[in-house]
């Protein structure tokens, strides 16, 4: 009945055995991210580093050298611009001033009476204070960290500790992947990219549960087969559901891609990153650190021994 | 799994039905709206400041300020009152958070206690036996004023808000001392902060006019204070001003822009007790200067020629006609106990809004039907079904946003667009659990039964922990953020719901249909 068929009916590609390659990349992916966010950070926007930021559309195509001429003879430090989607649209953006809060009203005044009458619309104007963009800072750290241990702890009462520990560390990777992203491509991070982080975070541990629920069951159905086989046969009974779902997911996302708007083009950019990025993480990190970790078949004993709390494994990790 | 109760079906269709009614208003137009009588939903999505246009501002009460003020007015009774009753004193002055001094003489320390008593309100006086004093402002009193500040400030800043006729504005407490202001459909909120970042403190004093300023020292008791007005040579006039205050601007109760002899000026009147205060103050005064004081700042400090005894005057200085508009709306709308700071402010104009909600639209429903599309292609008939679920997710979302009247932001568009990806996964989860029960060679109710049983926890734990995520972004994020983690959250709810149970409820249908003899069409 179906039209398209991705993949044949029982896939046997052989993942764990490629788990070295896995890993190597990984370690590689994030050693990379670390390196390029320490040598040339991120590109905060004004929610984080605080600063003014205004867009605008003029009535004719925008000079912006001139402009940039202009609104840099100011005196009112860095002063950046750049077209934003169409020739009419500039964005400008101006660093922290020196001094308090009225320091940074006045300095939007000024540009605002530079651009005079060649503004036909004020689009967006954000003003982040230093207090505010501190503030900020620290809350998306907190609710980073936090949604991750959250979601290991969730799966730690549903799973075993096991399952907990290697998809908070395929987690880890994912969030370090992705801020490494940002940092090389020197897109904007801003709270709507923080948001989009955090919604790979999401996204990436849907995958990985999925995967870990088939993990456990093939566990329970064979008695004697070896624990690399049995996580492979699991990855590969989930593998077309992988794929369907991440291609759904991408069409949704490379449409709002194309034709979201400038706005959230780079919380978009995040996400699609974040899609290919965690379905990795569930092939390549989360399943085989199970194997890593030593995930034994008595720690998922069948699901009647598990309540009783038979087995000392089972006891131990909260099953 | 295979067997839909009555009762199950009765609530699906309900939850479907509800999901309708709430959702239709967002197809009518604001007047067909106002037209429906308030049983049936009336009310279409309601939208963020990023996409209808406006302003949010995040100001700061400067509580400490007031502390200070307040100590400071302390030293100044403490002068007054000590010098009145004769006792010595040295070291007067503010030490961090308290008034300091301390007494020439051990004999003088009970009759100081007495004296400066009634001055201090609230605050706690201690003299040690070496005479020496403070006086500091307890936690409690601290803490009661403070909520006192912000509750002020946040009605004095509705008052103006609302004296510039701006529509629906939104303004509310944020943690301690900070006031949030949404106004929709104000995309230059500049005029706005320049009203709110005045305090407006206006009050009358006499004109010290045997001190010349710039020249001589100021006396104990007056301040030099500088005009609005300009010497010829440019520079602002400077007034020694004394310290008193003849009327205060507490004692208002109206004022008006208007013009007197071709210039804009502002007019006031006074309360009877102002009026009176006034009165007295002017019949001893003819002849002599009298400022006009706000925030500090002299507006004018004209002649007083005749006893003002109706409790009417007029304030001229250098206004422009916009000037004297905004100073009669301080007026009238009072002071702020304290001095206001914008933290942040986010201002969204109307032209950027309405694009954004075009690119919304158009990415939402392109991707909706390309996943509709893939999901017919990758899964036949049962994909046929997913894909009308995943259109009865959409219409849920956005009933289940209308009814709560939560807010759409972009980033929320984004999060339903993400939500259409994603919502297919559960029912992807299930078909590919049939065709696996099909391929171990299992009948086919038998296979759709096993299917939605088996996927049944890998789905219920996925969204869990998606949500986990959701939920902390909700509680850590602000606006625009919020938005995001609101519609991802209902997309993660309405999306279990449509696959578990709708489309269970049309392959049940279609089981039941009896077609089911040969292959699963799936």
Redesign the interface.
Known sequence: MALIRLLPAEPKVPFLALRRWFLVFAMVLMTGSIATFLTQGLNFGVDFRGGILIEIRTHQPADIEELRGRLGGLGLGEVTLQEFGAPTDVLINVQRQDGDEAAQMAAISTVRAELGELVEEYRRTEFVGPRVGEELRRAGMLATILSLLGIAVYIWFRFEWHFALAALLALVHDVIATVGFFSVLQIEFNLATLAAVLTIAGYSINDTVVVFDRVRETVRKYKKKAMPEILNEALNATLSRTILTSVTTLIALVTLYVLGGEVIRGFTAGLIWGVVIGTFSTIGIAVPLLYYLGLRRSSLAPAEEEQKGATPAAASGGG | MVQISRLQLLAIVGVLLAGLAFAAPNLLSRATLDRLPDWIPNQPVNLGLDLRGGSYL?LEVDVDGVFEEQLSGFVDSVRVELRRARIGYTGLGLDDESVVFSLREQADIERAREVLRDYIGDAVLRIDEQGRGSITLTDEAKAERRVSVVQQSIEIVRRRIDETGTREPTIQRQGEDRILVQLPGV??P?RI?ELL?QTARMSFHLVDEDVVPGVDSVPPGSRLLQSQEREVAGAPREYVVRNRVMVSGDNLVDAQPTFQDGQPVVSFRFDSIGAQRFGEATRSNVGRLFAIVLDDQVISAPVIREPILGGRGIISGSFTTQSAQDLALLLRAGALPAEL?????????P??GA??IA??E??SL??LV??ML??????????VMAACALLINLILILGVLSGLQATLT??G??GI??T???A??AN??IF?RI??EV?NGRGPVSAIDMGYR?AL??II??????L???V??Y????G??RG??VT?AIGLVTSMFTAIMVTRLMVVSWLRAGRAKK????
Request: aromatic share 6%; hydrophobic share 50%; charged share 15%.
């Open positions: 995040l995309d230059d500049e902060k970042g700071t914008v933290l942040e402010e986010r201002s969204v104009g032209g950027l694009d954004s690119a919304g158009t990415a392109l991707g390309l996943v893939f999901m017919s292609a990758a899964y036949g008939l049962f994909g972009l980033p568009i984004a667009v993400l259409i990806g994603m297919v996964d992807v989860l590919e065709r696996e391929r088996q926890s890998a734990d996925a969204n869990v922990t998606t986990i995520a959701a902390l972004l509680n850590f994020g602000t625009p953020i995001f983690a991802l292959a699963l069409p799936i």
